[in-house]
């Protein structure tokens, strides 16, 4: 029963993005004039950050503010990140790799460029680590370390773009 549950609200989700949210960012793109690139690192990442955004205020605690916990909230927020790196990613490259002749080598459909993989991954591992000086030292995070996270995606931004 769970899995089927599982599956609607899968179901249920991809659907949604796919009727809703990429025609949205498409029009807005064009409208803009954005770049891919800018609308991936921008739009893209807003639209599909918020639902995450929620969940962790969500988690934080009730409505008595000495129930607030930073400790649920970077779980959530963790416990996403590592599903999409790890799982939807090897999903996606190995549904990519599929030929439909059995006897002939696997087609690689998507490409990879390194030097934005390690652009890409340099950012996210200094963010993890960044999240995890946080947690493991002060143990809090305030407007500063807020601020300082702003920073560190204003940057990715900059270089993307240029």
């Known amino acids: 029963v769970l899995l089927l ?8 989700l991809a659907s949604t993005a796919d009727n809703y949210l990429s025609p949205s960012l498409e ?4 409208t803009f ?16 950050g918020a639902p995450d955004v929620f969940s962790a205020v969500a988690a ?12 649920k909230s970077v779980s959530v927020i963790m416990g996403g990140t590592f599903f999409i790196t790890c799982i939807v990613i090897s999903l996606a490259t190995n549904a990519s790799n599929i030929n439909p002749d059995k006897n002939g080598p696997p087609i690689k459909m998507i490409k990879v460029t390194p030097r934005f993989y ?7 591992l200094i963010t993890n680590l960044y999240l995890l000086y946080l947690m493991l030292v002060p143990g809090y995070i305030n407007l500063t370390h807020a601020l ?8 990715y931004v900059i270089i993307v773009v240029t």
């Open 60 to 71: 934080a605690g009730g409505q008595d503010p000495s129930e607030l916990s930073a400790t």
């Open 33 to 48: 004039g954005l770049s891919d690139s800018l609308a991936g690192v921008t739009l893209l990442a807003f639209g599909n």
């Open 148 to 155: 300082i996270f702003i920073a560190i995606y204003a940057i």
């Open 27 to 30: 029009h807005m793109t064009v």
């Open 118 to 124: 390690l652009r890409d991954i340099s950012f996210f």
């Open 5 to 12: 549950f599982l599956f609607i609200g899968m179901y249920n």
